[in-house]
């Protein structure tokens, strides 16, 4: 059973650029989480999504920022406009419907904006 | 409101030493889970341990354990006998249910 994936391993965008980053959950999991992790500083929680919807943005910036999970295929979490401050690594973590208090962790998205 | 707090921003030790990374954590929720995790310099994520704020007791895995105690929200973890490959930033995190929130980390290095 494969770990969760996340690609591309590490992005550079210019700025005014779109960044896509990809979440493929374990097997059987069907929430996703995203996170965000500024240098220095702690993962800080941006949005939680179950298939096809979104149940907490809560910690999403208000612009530029949105996330999906469709039915079929990854989750996306996508940034438009990309401006230097969104240069940070980007987590997802999945799990089952049963194990709420289990997340497992992807390798992350390195987000490098020039 | 939940919260973790990692007091310690960075902390330097010589080889063998050993060593307490402090967490103190905040919920109204009775039921939730504390974790621990490594972040290498390579940037993932190591899962560390797990416990439910019903079990107190002390756990102990290899050089590594941990102190938990409700009466003062708090969930140490002491690296006993420290060794270079233990550099990393350690991170404490909280759930009930919900997203994790964690604390801000601690940057540990260990020197030979």
């Known amino acids: 059973n494969a770990g969760v994936m996340q690609n591309p391993r590490h992005l550079v965008r210019r700025r005014g650029q779109e960044a896509r980053l990809r979440c493929s959950p374990m097997?059987?999991?069907?929430?996703v989480y995203w996170y965000r992790q500024l240098p220095e500083e702690g993962l800080k929680f941006m949005v939680y999504l179950q298939k096809e919807n979104i149940i907490d943005e809560s910690g999403m910036p208000k612009e530029r920022f949105s996330a999906e999970f469709p039915k079929e295929g990854p989750s996306i979490l996508r940034i438009q406009q990309v401006v230097r401050g969104d240069s940070a690594a980007y987590f997802c973590?999945?799990?089952?419907?049963?194990?709420?208090?289990?997340?497992?962790f992807g390798p992350g998205t390195r987000l490098l904006v020039l | 409101a939940q919260k973790v707090t990692q007091a310690q921003t960075e902390i330097s030790v010589v080889e063998k030493e050993d060593v307490t990374l402090d967490c103190v954590y905040e919920t109204r929720d009775t039921t939730y889970y504390l974790f621990w995790y490594k972040q290498p310099p390579s940037g993932e994520l190591v899962f560390l341990i797990r416990r439910n704020s019903f079990d107190e007791q002390n756990e102990i895995s290899g050089r590594y354990s941990w102190n938990f105690q409700k009466s003062t929200s708090s969930f140490n973890f002491t690296i006993t006998a420290s060794q270079v490959v233990d550099s990393a930033v350690y991170f404490c995190?909280?759930?009930?249910?919900?997203?994790?929130?964690f604390g801000a980390g601690t940057r540990l290095t260990v020197k030979p």
């Open positions: 973590a999945t799990r089952t419907s049963g194990s709420w208090e289990t997340q497992y």
């Open positions: 097997k059987g999991h069907s929430h």
């Open positions: 995190a909280l759930t009930s249910g919900g997203d994790m929130r």
